[in-house]
């Protein structure tokens, strides 16, 4: 099993900036990746980034050149820093890690920490 504890939600000013923050604890061995998903209102779940194991990135067309994930092994704690925030940006935000299992990849969810963007 592994847990995931997100925080550093909250309210900002279209323009501004927030870091969220995902620790994992528990049965941590095999991760092979580690990401963010939010979701809106009326729309569904979308993966905003995510880091490998390796460090390999990827971002949705959305988010390029305003996010930036990065993970600390050492803190076994994946971030999301958001800068230039949209109000469309708008949506609880998901930790997401995915463990190498005996039948393939089983996925971990955190808990979600709402992120609101206002004009």
């Known amino acids: 099993q592994v847990q995931l504890v997100e925080s550093g939600g909250g309210l900002v000013q279209a323009g501004g900036s927030l870091r969220l923050s995902c620790a994992a604890s528990g049965s941590i061995f095999r991760i092979a990746g580690m990401g963010w998903y939010r979701h809106a209102p009326g729309k569904q779940r979308e993966l905003v980034a995510a880091?490998?194991?390796?460090?390999?990135?990827n971002y949705a067309d959305s988010v390029k050149d305003r996010f930036t994930i990065s993970r600390d092994n050492a803190k076994n704690t994946v971030y999301l820093q958001m800068n230039s925030l949209k109000p469309e940006d708008s949506a609880v935000y998901y930790c997401?890690?995915?463990?190498?299992?005996?039948?393939?990849?089983?996925?971990?969810w955190g808990q979600g920490t709402q992120v609101t963007v206002s004009s």
């Open positions: 880091i490998t194991s390796g460090g390999r990135t």
């Open positions: 997401n890690a995915a463990q190498i299992g005996p039948s393939g990849l089983y996925d971990y």
